[in-house]
């Protein structure tokens, strides 16, 4: 499986931004998707992940209540709609994938074995 993320850009605090990760390959029926973020010198941190079927979802605190995880099966594409952006939460976004994974383990980068490139995501105050 190959992830290719998308839509990147530079935000002012308060807006909204979206980005997509598009998967290619065979997936499978417990196929999830996560997106990370990580700040220049600071470890990688989870932000959500969703399973394609059946649309479970898990979402880091910083980010619930603002952000959206989603996904679009026939497109095989996870998005990460942002709203009321914060300039902490620039960073630069990578969505990953693995087959299966269970949900205790979402949160966890070492349980996705795809990773897309990263794309960045400027909040400015």
């Known amino acids: 499986v190959q992830l290719q993320a998308s839509g990147g850009g530079l935000v002012q605090a308060g807006g909204s931004l979206r980005i997509s990760c598009a998967a290619s390959?065979?997936?499978?029926?417990?196929?999830?998707m996560a997106w990370f973020r990580q700040v220049q010198g600071k470890e990688r941190e989870f932000v959500a992940a969703?399973?394609?079927?059946?649309?479970?979802?898990d979402y880091a605190n910083s980010v619930k209540g603002r952000f959206t995880i989603s996904r679009d099966n026939a497109k095989n594409t996870g998005y990460l709609q942002m709203d009321s952006l914060r300039p902490e939460d620039t960073a630069v976004y990578y969505c990953a994938a693995s087959q299966s994974v269970i949900r205790s383990n979402f949160a966890s980068q070492f349980a996705y074995a795809y990773w897309g490139q990263g794309t960045l995501v400027t909040v400015s105050s």
């Open positions: 969703i399973m394609f079927n059946g649309g479970t979802t």
């Open positions: 390959g065979r997936t499978s029926s417990r196929f999830v």
